[in-house]
């Protein structure tokens, strides 16, 4: 790929739990005519990475402190995209989007933090346009799976002949993994910092543009519900709090109609689990809401910054999940009882907070460094110039 910058892709964060893991699928498929690097604040961890992953010397290594902006456009000035793998993402990542929105530099990310990405939305959203940054955020498991199986059901529904879309929903039916040092370190950040999140997870439009209203149909459910389209018990869904902003943003950015919500929830083979994962969940907020008990969780029980799943528990986690969109018709044309809906399966064969992640944010990345935005575009829906 011809470019006047020096690198297609930096990895920034790379030290990190998952920037390795990103870093090892680049190192096997990245495509050839793509330089990179790796980058950081601490250059004698980015060297000792480099060796241990085998990397060749053309791999860069570039350094700089992510709270200075004059430093980080420094660094995103010399590529074409870059991935952001370094969280929690408001403590450490502003200074890295503003940089890359600033440089008309691509950038994407594996947060999972709504009010960073409410932040960098006001902050760099009219300078993005202006430079052509492309900026993605919530590449991981937040929030691809229910984004782009969603997008893909909404799709579907339009061949029917419907073009509005009354619900969408994500059940998620097997998963097996683990949790890393970093994903913890973001959820203690926010549990000790109430007031820095509060605003924007009270709100479920919050992410919205600001010349779109929500529908007003979406209401958080914590108690275990039933679904006779999976003939299972579900609960409260870990992720739903994040997913269901970024599909709302999806929906009001491609006009999935003004009644559209959603919703993500865990399924179970019986009431007790559910209600026991229900009551589980509630002890685990009050735990990690109080101080005295959040550290000693993170002394003695969770893993430490730059730890987490082996490469075993990695090859054997996995999430399985299905998705139901309905469309929005008159009761006149329900069919069999209820709306018209279109369903999806899908399985990610590998943990997917980090193995899978690391492969989805990656593939992103290698787009962006080419300039591929139509397959962006195609592909996952809360893609924002």
């Known amino acids: 790929m011809s470019s006047s910058r ?9 030290t990190g739990f998952t920037g390795r893991l990103i870093c090892e699928h680049l190192l096997q498929y990245c495509p050839k005519d793509l330089t990179w690097a790796i980058g950081g604040r601490d250059k004698g961890r980015l060297e000792k990475l480099h060796s241990s992953i085998g990397a060749s010397k053309d791999v860069g290594i570039v350094v700089a402190d992510p709270a200075d902006l004059e430093a980080m456009k420094a660094v995103t000035s010399q590529t074409v995209a870059l991935i952001a793998a370094a969280g929690p993402f408001f403590d450490y990542g502003r200074m890295v989007v503003k940089a890359c ?4 530099t691509s950038y994407c990310d594996i947060t999972g933090e709504p009010h960073f990405a409410a932040w960098s939305i006001e902050e760099n959203e009219e300078n993005a346009k202006k430079t052509g940054a492309a900026i993605v955020h919530f590449c991981g498991m937040d929030s691809v799976p229910f984004d782009y199986f969603t997008y893909l059901c909404v799709e579907e529904l339009k061949k029917r002949g419907y073009d509005k879309v009354w619900e ?11 949790a890393s040092g970093g994903t913890i370190a973001t959820m203690a950040s926010l549990f000790g910092n109430p007031a820095l999140a509060s605003s ?4 479920p439009y919050s992410l919205n543009p600001k010349n779109v209203k929500g529908s007003g149909l979406d209401v958080t459910w914590y108690l275990p519900e039933y679904e006779p389209r999976l003939k299972k018990w579900t609960s409260y869904g870990l992720m739903s709090a994040v997913d269901c902003k970024v599909s709302r943003r999806s929906a009001a950015l491609r006009n999935y109609g003004p009644n559209y919500h959603c919703d993500e929830r865990q399924a179970h083979g019986s009431i007790f689990v559910a209600i026991g994962l229900t009551l589980g969940l509630f002890i685990f907020v009050l735990f990690m809401a109080l101080p005295p008990t959040r550290w000693l969780l993170l002394k003695y029980v969770f893993p430490a910054p730059g730890q987490g799943p082996t490469k075993e528990q990695q090859k054997n986690g996995y999430m399985k999940t299905r998705h139901f969109v309905e469309a929005d018709v008159p ?3 329900f069919v069999n009882g209820r709306r018209p809906y279109v369903s999806a399966s899908a399985l990610l064969p590998s943990d997917p907070g980090y193995s899978a992640t690391a492969i989805i944010i990656s593939e992103i990345a290698i787009l962006l460094a080419q300039k591929k935005y139509y397959l962006l575009i195609l592909s996952f829906s809360h893609f924002r110039f």
């Open 200 to 203: 924007v997870a009270a709100d």
């Open 168 to 178: 969408a929903r994500e059940y998620i039916v097997g998963m097996g993994g683990a």
């Open 6 to 14: 020096k690198y297609s892709l930096i990895v920034w964060g790379a």
């Open 101 to 104: 929105a600033l440089t008309g």
């Open 331 to 333: 009761q006149n044309k």
